[in-house]
């Protein structure tokens, strides 16, 4: 089977071989979006930390807030969009969520005083964090490193949420330095995605276990085994 040729695959069930004369579903290999997802997000991340930690002047409070809007969220909005038509709701969920994320984040950061701090996105950034714990303790059934760069951010978020909310420098250069190492471990995981996408095999370590491990050594038999009760094909979400 090529890349460029879509999988043709009869609907299985007990009644297969009725469903097989009603219904066929076509499915077609795009390439992963997490690697373009974890690179806005070691982006966005690290350029946040810039500020945070006093790297950049004040005068690019602006211009920061301009890279999460304009460079960030549509990246991940994107990726999202592709991880949903890839039947990996865990990616499209948490991509989806952090390219939100990070469009409130920017537009709040760009339309307020440089320096200043809102209890309002703080707020927002804590319920933010909690509601990525969903796909943090999903991913950690399939993609351990996916789960690792999802739980980093939710802590990320945590953190510059209570900076937000109390103001204190000592929590603004926590979630500054906590951000760093949240960008290179994004960058990591975009460059083993990305290599093991290339590959068609997993060369640096992603903690592939289960459901993920399956997905990249088993047949396609195994993959579409249970494809009739996916959503999509089944008649409810």
Do not use: C
């Amino acid at each position: 089977m090529s890349d460029s040729q879509p999988v043709n695959s009869t609907v299985s069930s007990g009644h297969a071989e009725t469903a097989s004369g009603l219904s066929r579903i076509t499915l077609r290999p795009i390439g992963s979006p997490l690697p373009l997802g974890f690179i806005a997000l070691g982006t966005a991340t690290i350029s946040l930390s810039g500020m945070q930690l006093g790297w950049l002047p004040a005068a690019d409070w602006k211009q920061v807030a301009l890279v999460l809007v304009l460079f960030t969220a549509p990246l991940q909005a994107l990726s999202s969009i592709f991880g949903f038509l890839a039947r990996d709701s865990v990616g499209g969920t948490g991509l989806g969520t952090l390219a939100g994320a990070w469009l409130v984040t920017g537009a709040v950061t760009a339309t307020s005083p440089a320096g200043s701090t809102s209890k309002a996105l703080g707020l927002f950034l804590l319920v933010v964090a909690a509601a990525l714990i969903v796909p943090t303790v999903a991913a950690s059934l399939g993609k351990v490193l996916a789960a690792l760069v999802m739980g980093g951010v939710a802590v990320r978020f945590s953190i510059t949420g209570i900076y937000e909310l109390t103001g204190q420098s000592g929590w603004e250069h926590v979630a500054g330095w906590w951000g760093v190492a949240l960008g290179a471990i994004a960058l990591y995981a975009a460059l083993a995605f990305e290599i093991e996408d290339t590959l068609r095999r997993t060369l640096l370590p992603v903690g592939r276990r289960g459901v993920g491990r399956r997905a990249m050594e088993g047949t396609i038999v195994d993959d579409l085994g249970r494809i009739s009760h996916e959503a999509g094909v089944r008649e409810q979400l």
